[in-house]
């Protein structure tokens, strides 16, 4: 930058350092998913404080037009995507719907033994064997959700010998065992420190939880939660009543 926001005088400094910032991403300067310059090199260039920088990046942060990631720098947001809450579509279509690049790491995939909560959760037997996986999606190389399932192996005996990286988990089961009910619940939280490095988020920054348990038949075949950072993410959907005055979504 080479140039000084002291003119206006009518305007806070932390005002103009956001204007000038406004600037450059509305003219197309600063895209989408771009990383901006530093505070101390934003501090040189505009020759105000640091103090006035911080407010200016904290506040376009909170409006959503910037995102920080730690260790990384302070980027230019990315439009939030929108996830369907009714039903279930494969994030990566999700994603290539809207032009981005899917890319996906898998951090666990392998059979364990049901803790006495999750068996309770899933109508299992304590101790009785399911299938744990955790799988990191990107778009554009940036993460939008971790994925942490457990799925009953009865409904999907061959899942650890699929290639996630080829084929998403839901397109694997929505293709092998038709869902028959869906449960959704949905909070806000601040994310355990293991969620937090993954997804590439400070620690201050709360999550969206989603927690959904799907049946097969009169089955529960599985029970998971999908951690989405909320300065990237959102969740919403659309349904109809079954009748007046009555909701169909379970």
């Known amino acids: 930058m080479r140039k000084s926001v002291q003119e206006p005088v009518d305007l806070p400094l932390y005002q103009q350092v956001k204007d000038y910032i406004l600037e450059l991403i509305n003219s197309g300067k600063l895209r989408p998913g771009m990383r901006i310059e530093s505070e101390a090199e934003l ?28 260790g990384q720098g302070t980027f230019v ?25 899917y890319s996906c790491s898998i951090h666990l995939l392998q059979e364990e033994k049901a803790r006495p909560s999750l068996a309770a959760a899933m109508d299992l037997a304590p101790y009785a064997p ?8 990107k778009e554009n190389n940036v993460p939008i959700q971790l994925a942490c399932r457990h799925i009953r192996p009865e409904i999907a005996p061959h ?28 909070e806000a939280l601040i994310p355990e420190p293991w969620i ?23 089955k529960i ?7 989405s950072p909320g300065s990237r993410y959102t969740l919403g959907g659309t349904f109809t009543p079954t009748s007046p005055g009555s909701i169909g979504v379970m």
């Open 159 to 186: 899942f650890l010998e699929q290639d996630f990286t080829e084929v998403t988990v839901s397109e694997y089961l929505l293709g092998i065992a038709p869902v028959t009910a869906i449960e959704h619940i949905v």
């Open 43 to 70: 501090v040189a260039g505009l020759n105000v404080s640091r103090m006035t920088v911080n407010r200016a990046l904290r506040e376009l942060t909170a409006e959503g037009r910037l995102c920080r990631r730690q």
């Open 77 to 101: 947001a990315v439009k939030k995507p929108q996830a369907a809450l009714f039903t279930i579509q494969s994030i990566a279509d999700e994603i290539r719907e809207r032009g981005g690049l």
């Open 221 to 227: 075949a599985t029970s998971s939660t999908f951690y």
């Open 196 to 218: 937090r490095d993954l997804l590439e988020i400070n620690s201050s920054e709360p999550c969206l939880a989603l927690h959904r348990k799907t049946w097969v038949g009169e």
């Open 130 to 137: 399911v299938f744990h996986a955790i799988i990191l999606h």
